[in-house]
């Protein structure tokens, strides 16, 4: 079966599906986007998606394209016309088609609208199987990286450095050797202390979803972290380091640069949190109609 795409109010086939070439999300990578995860058929942090989908559009000025009840109808239809039960939603929304300038259009055109929806395998059960090595590589993004923007060349050559290592990701360290995030993921530690602890938001790191139910978790579990800078030596010196994103959930980390964490195997913390995450995936109730 063909998959569906989403683009503009029409439901096509992915292989026909096209946006036009002055498209400022093709042009200027002025737009921004989602990706949401689903486990048997349910959203999962579905509100928080949808809440910083709204805020990055407003910090750009994008007007949303439909409200956000119309738009819970498109993601539940373009699943289920993908019959997709495990997998993950992808929202792109840009300012629209004008002529190629680059200050926004004088006179406001609608905003263009993608949806797609693909399966991926089955959640993680096994924290050793899901455990990954990652690299160190210098923060070279935008200012407003609390901003979830198409523009992601800085990302996707960080993400190749780590591939062409023999690594999943690649952690990012801005210009005073402080760790940002991930490429595509919010970074935590246990520290040489034994403090769970992840950097505070600001603008040079993405407010992750999945770090804010995570957060959500650990007070439900009376459980105790910081929200605190974690340095690159900090970093090398963590009993634990795992990461946290839609598609990530909560993985661990093994080795960084080649050298173990900690032990070098999946630490107690670590392990104790992906079941926590895990329980709250596949335990939750199903998408309300």
């Given at each position: 079966?063909?998959?569906?795409?989403?683009v503009n109010g029409?439901?096509?086939?992915?292989?026909?599906?096209?946006?036009?070439?002055?498209?400022?999300?093709?042009?200027?990578?002025?737009?921004?986007?989602?990706?949401?995860?689903?486990?048997?058929?349910?959203?999962?942090?579905?509100?928080?998606?949808?809440?910083?989908?709204?805020?990055?559009?407003?910090?750009?000025?994008?007007?949303?394209?439909?409200?956000?009840?119309?738009?819970?109808?498109?993601?539940?239809?373009?699943?289920?016309?993908?019959?997709?039960?495990?997998?993950?939603?992808?929202?792109?929304?840009?300012?629209?088609?004008?002529?190629?300038?680059?200050?926004?259009?004088?006179?406001?055109?609608?905003?263009?609208?993608?949806?797609?929806?693909?399966?991926?395998?089955?959640?993680?059960?096994?924290?050793?199987?899901?455990?990954?090595?990652?690299?160190?590589?210098?923060?070279?993004?935008?200012?407003?990286?609390?901003?979830?923007?198409?523009?992601?060349?800085?990302?996707?050559?960080?993400?190749?450095?780590?591939?062409?290592?023999?690594?999943?990701?690649?952690?990012?360290?801005?210009?005073?050797?402080?760790?940002?995030?991930?490429?595509?993921?919010?970074?935590?530690?246990v520290d040489r202390?034994?403090?769970?602890?992840?950097?505070?938001?600001?603008?040079?790191?993405?407010?992750?979803?999945?770090?804010?139910?995570?957060?959500?978790?650990?007070?439900?579990?009376?459980?105790?972290?910081?929200?605190?800078?974690?340095?690159?030596?900090?970093?090398?010196?963590?009993?634990?380091?795992?990461?946290?994103?839609?598609?990530?959930?909560?993985?661990?980390?093994?080795?960084?640069?080649?050298?173990?964490?900690g032990g070098g195997?999946?630490?107690?913390?670590?392990?104790?949190?992906?079941?926590?995450?895990?329980?709250?995936?596949?335990?939750?109730?199903?998408?309300?109609?």
């Open positions: 079966m063909s998959r569906i795409a989403y029409r439901y096509l086939p992915q292989r026909r599906a096209a946006v036009n070439i002055e498209d400022r999300g093709y042009q200027f990578a002025d737009g921004v986007y989602e990706v949401v995860y689903l486990h048997a058929g349910r959203f999962i942090a579905e509100e928080l998606h949808l809440a910083r989908l709204d805020r990055s559009l407003g910090e750009l000025r994008i007007a949303p394209p439909m409200a956000q009840a119309a738009l819970r109808r498109v993601l539940a239809e373009i699943v289920a016309r993908n019959r997709v039960r495990d997998g993950l939603v992808y929202i792109q929304i840009t300012r629209g088609v004008a002529r190629r300038d680059h200050p926004f259009p004088l006179r406001p055109v609608p905003a263009a609208v993608v949806i797609t929806a693909r399966r991926m395998a089955a959640y993680p059960t096994d924290p050793d199987r899901w455990a990954i090595a990652a690299i160190t590589h210098p923060d070279q993004r935008w200012a407003r990286c609390d901003i979830k923007s198409v523009g992601l060349l800085p990302n996707v050559l960080a993400r190749q450095a780590a591939r062409e290592q023999g690594a999943a990701e690649a952690i990012l360290v801005d210009g005073a050797a402080m760790v940002t995030e991930g490429a595509a993921t919010s970074v935590w530690v202390a034994g403090v769970l602890r992840t950097r505070a938001l600001d603008q040079l790191v993405l407010p992750g979803c999945t770090r804010a139910a995570l957060i959500g978790l650990l007070a439900e579990a009376g459980i105790d972290f910081e929200e605190r800078g974690v340095s690159l030596a900090e970093l090398r010196e963590a009993q634990e380091v795992f990461l946290t994103s839609a598609s990530s959930f909560v993985r661990p980390v093994l080795r960084i640069d080649g050298a173990p964490v195997a999946v630490g107690a913390q670590t392990r104790r949190l992906f079941a926590l995450f895990a329980r709250h995936v596949t335990g939750g109730l199903a998408n309300a109609a």
